[in-house]
C-alpha cells in the first residue's frame, strides 16, 4: 500500500496545489476537485473499467473513455489529469490519489489557535497583520485569542503548539539579564 502513497502522493499534491491557487478565484474550487477525485475514483473502482485499464488499449483511448464516463463530472483540469495519468499508466492509482488529497483537505482546513499575548489592546489591523504572518508561517488557517499583560511593558508574545515569539520588552531585558549573568 505505500508503494500507492509514494505514487499518489505527487499526483494528490499537484491538484491540491492547484485547487488551493484557484481558490483565491473560486472558494469551492478545492470542495470540485475533492468531488471529481471521488467521481474519477469510484469509476476507476468499477469491475468492468479495471478490466479494461488492464487492456493494451492506446493512453489516449483510455483516457477517452474515462472521460466519457465521467461526462460532466470532469472540468478540462480533471480530464488534463485523467490525460496524464492515462499516459503514465496511472489510472488504477485514482483511489489512492484521492485518499492522498483528502489528507491534503484536512491539514489545510485544520485551524491552528495562536494565543498573543500583548502588553496593550491590539486593534483590527494589527490582529490581522499577525494572523496573516502566522497563517503564512505555519501553512494553516488561523485563529487568534488575544489578551493583555501589561508587564510585559511593550511588544507581544505569540504562542502556537510548535513555538514561542518573545517580542516582549520584558522578554528581551530578560534574555540581557541572563546574557550578563554568564
Known amino acids: 500500500m505505500s508503494e500507492l502513497t509514494t505514487i499518489a502522493r505527487p499526483y494528490a499534491k499537484a491538484a491540491f496545489n492547484f485547487a ?5 478565484n473560486d472558494k469551492s474550487a478545492v470542495e470540485k476537485w475533492a468531488e471529481m477525485l471521488n467521481f474519477l475514483s469510484v469509476v476507476v473502482e468499477d469491475e468492468n473499467v479495471k478490466i479494461f485499464l488492464t487492456s493494451s488499449i492506446s493512453a489516449s483511448k483510455l483516457a477517452d473513455f474515462v472521460i466519457s464516463i465521467c461526462g460532466e463530472q470532469l472540468d478540462q483540469y480533471g480530464q488534463n489529469l485523467v490525460r496524464l495519468m492515462a499516459e503514465n ?3 488504477s492509482v485514482v483511489p489512492a490519489v484521492f485518499e492522498e488529497f483528502q489528507h491534503y483537505v484536512e491539514e489545510y482546513r485544520s485551524v491552528t489557535e495562536v494565543e498573543v ?3 496593550q489592546p491590539l486593534n483590527n489591523e494589527q ?3 499577525i494572523a ?3 497563517e503564512k508561517r505555519l501553512t494553516r488557517k488561523v485563529k487568534l485569542n488575544c489578551s493583555v499583560d501589561s508587564s510585559l511593558i511593550a511588544g507581544a ?3 502556537t503548539d510548535d513555538f514561542v515569539i518573545d517580542g516582549s520588552s520584558k522578554g ?3 534574555r540581557l539579564a541572563n ?3 554568564l
Request: glycine share 0%.
Open 179 to 181: 546574557e550578563l549573568q
Open 20 to 24: 488551493v491557487e484557484q481558490s483565491s
Open 117 to 119: 499575548i500583548s502588553a
Open 157 to 159: 508574545i505569540i504562542r
Open 127 to 129: 490582529q490581522q497583520k
Open 89 to 91: 499508466k496511472r489510472l
Open 172 to 174: 528581551q531585558l530578560t
Open 132 to 134: 496573516n504572518a502566522m
